[in-house]
């Protein structure tokens, strides 16, 4: 499943998406869909992707800017404006991503309209349990409370 968070920073703040081949598949034809419906969506309710402690919602853009914007700062709450154009130019990098023979690789989803937050989509260049919400955590190596 692709997982997904809004990472934020003074100076570089983010929403990082991260999967494999198949997840890279699955946010391509999201992509694609979008390009030609251009209705909103909500990335928590799309199947194929873990749930998030990031809420972003897909919406086409009516005299907008476009880009990854942050709504709620307190509740991770986002929305994405792109035109048709811009996500089949994003479909395709992320399908990219997805072809078998490529084991990693990432790349940075910008539309160039300032104030924008960048959307990096990775696949290989992060352990498997980053950015896992709403399941236990993997054990550390740590002592904890009762396991000594």
Known sequence: MLRYSFLPSDFNPMVLMLGEAQ???????????????????????????????????LTGAENERLGMRLLSPQQKVLCWVLDSSTAM????????????????????????????????VSRGEFTDDYLIFGQPALKSGWPTKGSE
Do not use: W
Request: with cysteine.
């Open 23 to 57: 997840d890279m598949r699955v946010l391509s034809k999201l992509l694609e869909s979008f390009a030609q419906s251009a209705g909103e969506m909500n990335l928590g309710r799309a199947k194929g992707f873990a749930p998030s402690d990031t809420q972003i919602t």
């Open 89 to 120: 130019l994003f479909a395709e990098m992320v399908h990219g991503l997805g072809e078998p023979n490529q084991k990693s690789g990432s790349q940075k989803l910008l539309c160039g309209c300032y104030p924008e937050i960048p959307v990096k």
